[in-house]
């Protein structure tokens, strides 16, 4: 078949992979939000806003109905969000956040990958506070005035909003999700996504090199099956 075949082939397989990956994450969040607050998206904003963002990733209805229907039963174990800090080679600071129904089986394996690709496990409030929590919400461009719309969101926490292509990305504080999220629903926007976002205070620009290096330990976490997100503060 050649080269060529073997590169889409490659390239499609990571797709899947990548794919699989994101309808595993959305799965976690949407039995969270069922067990948390119901699953009736109408009364229950946190499983309104992962119904989003699965449409938004293209998971098909089947599956995300499915996994509605998994969360209301009893039998099904609830996951623990739990945010796992350390360092990556080169003084990389680097917040690892999981959703696990096995707490032991996740350090183990967090702990292995940053052993493996010369990192290190720290302990509780060693990296967090180099990062800010933030959370974003995406709606369509439109016909919207971006002034107009930061001044009649200011209340609500918004704290900047900008184009990004044929979107809108609008942020606040992580504590604002909601306000911000029902001042939108109530003026009629649509809300393509939402997400929560920890940004860094500072970041480090490293060689191409040592970027290859801290890259390695970031694609081997987020393989993990309990791992939902990883932020770094590498440039």
């Not at 449409?55 to 039963?73: L, Q, S, W, Y």
């Not at 990556?88 to 600071?93: K, R, V």
């Not at 956040?97 to 394996?109: H, I, P, S």
């Not at 180099?130 to 919400?137: G, N, Q, S, V």
Request: hydrophobic share 40%; with cysteine.
């Amino acid at each position: 078949m050649g080269r060529a075949f073997e590169f889409r082939k490659e390239r499609k397989f990571k797709r899947w992979a990548k794919m699989a990956k994101t309808f595993t994450r959305i799965g976690k969040d949407i039995v969270m939000a069922v067990k948390e607050g119901g699953p009736d998206p109408e009364t229950n904003a946190r499983l309104r806003a992962v119904i989003q963002n699965a449409k938004a990733a293209n998971m098909p209805k089947d599956n995300v109905e499915r996994a509605i229907k998994r969360a209301t039963d009893k039998d099904t174990a609830n996951y623990k969000e739990v945010i796992f800090e350390g360092y990556a080679p080169h003084g990389i600071a680097v917040l690892v956040e999981t959703a696990t129904d096995n707490n032991t089986r996740t350090v183990a394996n967090v702990r292995a990958v940053f052993n493996k690709y010369n990192g290190n496990l720290g302990t509780s409030g060693s990296v967090v506070f180099m990062f800010d929590r933030k959370c974003h919400f995406k709606i369509a461009r439109a016909e919207h005035d971006l002034e107009e719309l930061e001044l009649e969101l200011i209340d609500a926490g918004v704290e900047e909003i900008f184009e990004d292509g044929e979107d809108i990305l609008i942020y606040g504080p992580f504590e604002s999700f909601g306000a911000i999220q029902s001042g939108l629903e109530e003026r009629g926007i649509e809300i393509l996504s939402s997400e929560f976002e920890w940004i860094p205070q500072n970041t480090q620009k490293l060689s191409e090199d040592q970027e290859e290096e801290v890259n390695k330990l970031l694609e081997k976490m987020e393989e993990d099956d309990d791992v939902q997100n990883v932020w770094h503060s590498m440039a």
